[in-house]
């Protein structure tokens, strides 16, 4: 089984950019879609983003379009989440997976494996 293993949260003021990483080891992402939830204070998990295998086709939530960007790099098995335009409610703990299907998805329960999570904190 892949084992995630996210980095690159941190605290920053509203307005602020982060990046965040997610490394695969054990096994590699291969063809599986891969994606990016955040869960906040007193809230459920939510996603945020999504990329295909090869990286050409992306999904985001709506709060998050135009702010944020994920991508890939296949050959390093590492996947990105470039957060721009912070603002203060996307505070939480962001949470990186691996999907069970290589088709797109946004649904937390098609996603098998998951990090640890990585903390953001955006302050006002």
């Known amino acids: 089984q892949v084992q995630l293993v996210e980095s690159g949260g941190g605290l920053v003021q509203a307005g602020g950019s982060l990046r965040l990483s997610c490394a695969a080891s054990?096994?590699?992402?291969?063809?599986?879609?891969v994606g990016w939830f955040r869960q906040g204070p007193g809230k459920e998990r939510e996603f945020v983003a999504v990329?295909?295998?090869?990286?050409?086709?992306?999904t985001y939530a709506d709060s998050m379009k135009g702010r944020f960007t994920i991508s890939r790099v296949n050959a390093g098995d590492t996947v990105y989440l470039q957060m721009n335009s912070l603002k203060p409610e996307d505070t939480g703990v962001y949470y990186c997976?691996?999907?069970?299907?290589?088709?797109?998805?946004?649904?937390?329960?098609?996603?098998?494996?998951w990090g640890q999570g990585t903390q953001v904190t955006v302050s006002s």
């Open positions: 990329i295909s295998w090869s990286g050409s086709v992306t």
């Open positions: 054990g096994r590699t992402f291969g063809n599986n879609v």
């Open positions: 997976a691996q999907s069970m299907r290589v088709t797109l998805t946004t649904t937390p329960t098609d996603f098998g494996s």
